[in-house]
């Protein structure tokens, strides 16, 4: 059974950075129609994508977040990772991990990216 | 950015009645357009992609409708499990969006 694992400390000090890892099992990040994202949720509020990486190395990210966060790839330990620098309050929320996947590909094109596959979330709050 | 608005923000319906969202995005997506179902305490889970594609398991109750700005969720005859927050979100570039959602509770 595939699944996403969300972990990392629930509260973050402001100014400092918030570190998560998700552990993706039953499978493998590897491929070129995966996107491995990162979406968070503020409390009572919808949705918010921070960002993804692949397995090649491409990433990219939400850019009214302003380069704060760094989303990275562990292959041999087949998880991924979200930091986000410089956090306030702002920044509390639950946080998902989650598998973008591209179908009917070609090499330089999906004809369709969907969210197949959701972490549990994690809340993290933001507080002295 | 491309922005999404759905509307209504909230509705208020009874079991068996036919329910549509509309989500509309500010330029156009063509058919990159999906539909997230989210109850409380759960993480979303998809519910159609490519604007009109059922994922396999979802209720043939649910289905999508539309291309370019203006998409379409119906649920054909709501059941208790339907209600929950609706969200549509376009993948038509690396910048992933979502609209605010529409909630969807008991008259």
């Known amino acids: 059974q595939v699944q996403l694992q969300e972990s990392g400390p629930g509260l973050v000090k402001p100014s400092q950075t918030l570190s998560l890892t998700c552990t993706f099992s039953?499978?493998?990040?590897?491929?070129?129609?995966?996107?491995w994202t990162w979406i968070r949720q503020h409390p009572e509020k919808g949705l918010e994508w921070i960002g993804y990486?692949?397995?090649?190395?491409?990433?990219y990210s939400n850019p009214s977040l302003k380069s704060r966060p760094i989303i990275s790839m562990d292959k041999s330990k087949n998880q991924f990772s979200l930091e986000l620098t410089s956090v306030t309050v702002a920044d509390t929320a639950v946080y998902y991990c989650?598998?973008?996947?591209?179908?009917?590909?070609?090499?330089?094109?999906?004809?369709?990216?969907?969210?197949?596959?959701w972490g549990q979330g994690t809340l993290v709050t933001v507080s002295s | 950015d491309i922005q999404l608005t759905q509307s209504p923000s909230s509705l208020s319906t009874s079991l068996g009645d036919r329910v549509t969202i509309t989500c509309r995005a500010s330029?156009?997506?063509?058919?990159?357009l999906n539909w997230y179902q989210q109850k409380p305490g759960e993480a979303p889970n998809l519910l159609i992609y490519?604007?009109?594609t059922l994922r396999t398991g979802v209720p043939s109750r649910f289905s999508g409708r539309g291309s370019g700005t203006d998409f379409t969720l119906t649920i054909s005859s709501l059941q208790p499990e339907d209600f929950a927050i609706y969200y549509c979100q376009q993948t038509y570039n690396n910048f992933r969006t979502f609209g605010p959602g529409t909630k969807v509770d008991m008259k």
């Open positions: 039953g499978g493998s990040l590897w491929g070129d129609d995966y996107r």
């Open positions: 330029q156009s997506i063509t058919n990159y």
């Open positions: 989650a598998r973008d996947r591209g179908g009917h590909c070609s090499p330089t094109y999906c004809s369709f990216w969907a969210i197949d596959l």
């Open positions: 490519a604007a009109s």
């Open positions: 990486t692949s397995y090649t190395g491409s990433t």
